[in-house]
T-cell receptor, first 114, second 114 residues
Framework: AQTVTQSQPEMSVQEAETVTLSCTYDTSENNYYLFWYKQPPSRQMILVIRQEAYKQQNATENRFSVNFQKAAKSFSLKISDSQLGDTAMYFCAFGETSGSRLTFGEGTQLTVNP | SQTIHQWPATLVQPVGSPLSLECTVEGTSNPNLYWYRQAAGRGLQLLFYSVGIGQISSEVPQNLSASRPQDRQFILSSKKLLLSDSGFYLC?????????????FGEGSRLTVL
C-alpha cells in the first residue's frame, strides 16, 4: 500500500516571501500521479498542482511549482511571492495509474503573515 | 461545467440516531464517486468509493454505509451514530476514464455527534 508523509504539521511565512512544503511517498509503482491540494478556511478542497511521474519536467502553475525527485520519492511544493490568501491546509496526494483512488498525507497548515 | 453539491453543511446528532448525507454531481456522466472523512482538521481518510450504480467499495470497516441509487448521487448513511463518527465529511468525484485523475470536492458536511 502506498503511503504519503508530510513531516511539517505547521509552517508560516511572511507575505511576499517563498516557502517550500515537503512531501515524501512510498510506492513500488513506476507510473503514478502526484497532487497538491489546498484547503482554505472555507474548507472546500481545490487542486493546486499535478505531476505525472513519467514526466521529468517539474510542474508549474503561476506562483506554485514542484520539485519532483522520483528516485528519492520526494514531491515538494514551492510557493513564491506568498499571499495572505495562500493561508490554508495543504495536502500532498498520490494516485495510481491503475486505480481510481488517491492517498493523502496528513497535511501542512500554512499561515502567511502580513 | 461540472458541479458537486453535498448537504447538509452542518449536522448535530445524538448518539444512536441515524445519519444521511447526500451528494450529487451535475454536468458529467458516469463519474467515480468518493466519501472521505477528515478528523480534527487533519488528513483525509477514504471511506467509500464507487465506479458505478450499485457498486460500492468500502475502505474502512465501521458502522457507516454508502449507496449509489443513481449515476450522479452518492449517499452516506448510518443506522446508529457513534461519538467517533464526528468529523468533516467530504464527497468528491473524478472522471471515469482518467486513471488517478483529479478529484473535485464538495463543500463538506460537518457532523457533530453528542
Amino acid at each position: 500500500a502506498q503511503t504519503v508523509t508530510q513531516s511539517q504539521p505547521e509552517m508560516s511565512v511572511q507575505e511576499a516571501e517563498t516557502v517550500t512544503l515537503s512531501c515524501t511517498y512510498d510506492t513500488s509503482e513506476n507510473n503514478y500521479y502526484l497532487f497538491w491540494y489546498k484547503q482554505p478556511p472555507s474548507r472546500q478542497m481545490i487542486l493546486v498542482i499535478r505531476q505525472e511521474a513519467y514526466k521529468q519536467q517539474n510542474a508549474t502553475e503561476n506562483r506554485f511549482s514542484v520539485n519532483f525527485q522520483k528516485a528519492a520519492k520526494s514531491f515538494s511544493l514551492k510557493i513564491s511571492d506568498s499571499q495572505l490568501g495562500d493561508t490554508a491546509m495543504y495536502f500532498c496526494a498520490f494516485g495510481e495509474t491503475s486505480g481510481s483512488r488517491l492517498t493523502f498525507g496528513e497535511g501542512t497548515q500554512l499561515t502567511v503573515n502580513p | 461545467s461540472q458541479t458537486i453539491h453535498q448537504w447538509p453543511a452542518t449536522l448535530v446528532q445524538p448518539v444512536g440516531s441515524p445519519l444521511s448525507l447526500e451528494c450529487t454531481v451535475e454536468g458529467t456522466s458516469n463519474p467515480n464517486l468518493y466519501w472521505y472523512r477528515q478528523a480534527a482538521g487533519r488528513g483525509l481518510q477514504l471511506l467509500f468509493y464507487s465506479v458505478g450504480i450499485g457498486q460500492i467499495s468500502s475502505e474502512v470497516p465501521q458502522n457507516l454505509s454508502a449507496s449509489r441509487p443513481q449515476d450522479r448521487q452518492f449517499i452516506l448513511s448510518s443506522k446508529k451514530l457513534l461519538l467517533s463518527d464526528s468529523g468533516f465529511y467530504l464527497c468528491a468525484w473524478s472522471h471515469r476514464d482518467r486513471h488517478a485523475g483529479e478529484l473535485f470536492f464538495g463543500e463538506g458536511s460537518r457532523l457533530t455527534v453528542l
